[in-house]
């Protein structure tokens, strides 16, 4: 198996972190309900990475580096209010893995770097850097959080900020009806024993809806996000559940069950399979069609 291990950190200041590579999310299946991940179709482009800080795992993202926006990320929900100010961060072993094993600036990649050195041009050709999100005409899309800082406290909300959990987010969804949401689920995802939550993006297949900076193809703007949780019991039962979908142009959220859920893959040519082993029935409020957002 092959290892990523990351650090996010200052010019100046050094914190440890680790994450992993790997074909099973073998270090941090205990992010998905039962250790199971979904089942998505495979792409040769896609690296499931255990995402930790500070020598922890928080959270388990399936990252794709051609389109350079995650699919998904799965946490367990924690009760916080969180809101840290860190440097965006970016992972150098996605470059090379002999490179140094911290996630770090994309600047003070390049500057440290030494065997082998790196441009920043080959951190560009695998993943996201911060410039990407600064280009002028895109200024209706911000980084939207997968895994939202919110849904954790201390090291772990921190742990949220690193461009491989982040897709160019509508800022009226992300600040509006999607940011609305992620607060709703702070109330109910409480009562909850343990909540298992997974959240991803499904990206434009248009060649034209791309965040485009020099000229180039950067990074592609999703159609559609999508999220869903499990609730469970002090014995690991499930009990409730829910599932929600939105379009990146439009300021609505549509809440479902995981049964909805499908539909909406179905309907967009997809063989998903999530929380396969939840049978809890949804919440009273989840019951619309989530495949209505679907043009």
């Not at 592609?220 to 469970?232: E, G, K, R, V």
Request: aromatic share 12%; proline share 5%; with cysteine.
């Amino acid at each position: 198996m092959q290892s990523l291990v990351t650090i996010c950190g200052l010019l100046f200041v050094i914190i440890p972190a680790h994450a992993h590579v790997s074909e099973d999310f073998k270090e941090c299946r205990q992010f998905f309900f039962g250790n199971m991940w979904p089942e998505w179709p495979p792409s040769r482009y896609h690296q499931e990475i255990c995402q930790t800080y500070e020598n922890n795992y928080y959270f388990a993202t399936l990252y794709d580096i051609k389109r350079r926006i995650p699919v998904y990320s799965a946490y367990i929900f924690e009760q916080g209010n969180d809101h840290p100010t860190i440097p965006w961060c970016i992972e150098p072993q996605l470059v090379n893995l002999n490179l140094n094993k911290n996630m770090m600036r994309s600047d003070d990649l390049v500057k440290k770097s030494q065997n082998p050195k790196v441009k920043l041009s080959d951190i560009e050709e695998v993943q996201a850097v911060y410039d990407d999100y600064q280009v002028p005409q895109y200024d209706d899309y911000n980084r939207g959080h997968l895994n939202p800082k919110g849904h954790h406290k201390g090291s772990s909300s921190e742990a949220t900020y690193t461009l491989t959990n982040v897709v160019p987010q509508n800022k009226m969804l992300n600040a509006g009806a999607w940011g609305g949401y992620e607060e709703s689920l702070k109330k109910i995802l409480k009562n909850c024993h343990k909540a298992y939550v997974v959240v991803g993006a499904i990206a434009s297949t248009n060649p034209e809806i791309w965040i485009k900076r020099n000229n180039k193809k950067r990074v592609n703007i999703p159609d559609y996000l999508w999220q869903a949780y499990c609730c469970t019991d002090k014995q690991g039962s499930p009990t409730e559940s829910g599932a929600a979908t939105a379009k990146n142009t439009e300021n609505r959220v549509e809440l479902c069950s995981l049964e909805s859920l499908k539909e909406f893959f179905v309907k967009l040519n997809k063989k998903v399979e999530l929380f396969k082993n939840c049978n809890a029935p949804a919440r009273k409020e989840f019951t619309g069609d989530c495949s209505s957002v679907i043009e």
